[in-house]
């Protein structure tokens, strides 16, 4: 059974930053892409960052706008996202995901197991 689970998240000032870290297991993970997506209150779940399961591929949503990094360590089965320069807008439940093949993907279906969610919250 895979599992998968987020942390990192909490409160941060506008302009602040935020790294929040993921562990996945019950598969092999230096097999799986792996992303990260968000969802607000009231809107649906946005993708935000992947990587690819040999970690020399990554894609980001165009939000993004280099103000996170996605990086993973198959040795300890983790995946990182990075963040600096939250605003308000960035406020959400954030869900690291293992993606279906090894390859970056963009879409929800592209993904097979889900964390719960680490709550980010920007506010002054």
């Known amino acids: 059974q895979v599992q998968v689970v987020e942390s990192g998240g909490g409160w941060v000032q506008p302009g602040g930053s935020l790294r929040l870290s993921c562990l996945s297991s019950g598969r092999t993970f230096s097999r799986d892409a792996m992303g990260w997506f968000r969802q607000a209150p009231g809107k649906e779940r946005e993708f935000v960052a992947a990587i690819s399961a040999s970690g020399l591929s990554t894609t980001y949503a165009s939000f993004v706008k280099g103000r996170f990094t996605i990086s993973r360590e198959n040795a300890k089965n983790t995946i990182d996202l990075q963040m600096h320069n939250l605003q308000t807008e960035d406020t959400a439940l954030y869900y690291c995901?293992?993606?279906?093949?090894?390859?970056?993907?963009?879409?929800?279906?592209?993904?097979?197991?889900w964390g719960r969610g680490t709550q980010v919250t920007v506010s002054s």
């Open positions: 995901a293992v993606g279906v093949s090894s390859v970056v993907g963009v879409e929800v279906g592209e993904y097979t197991a």
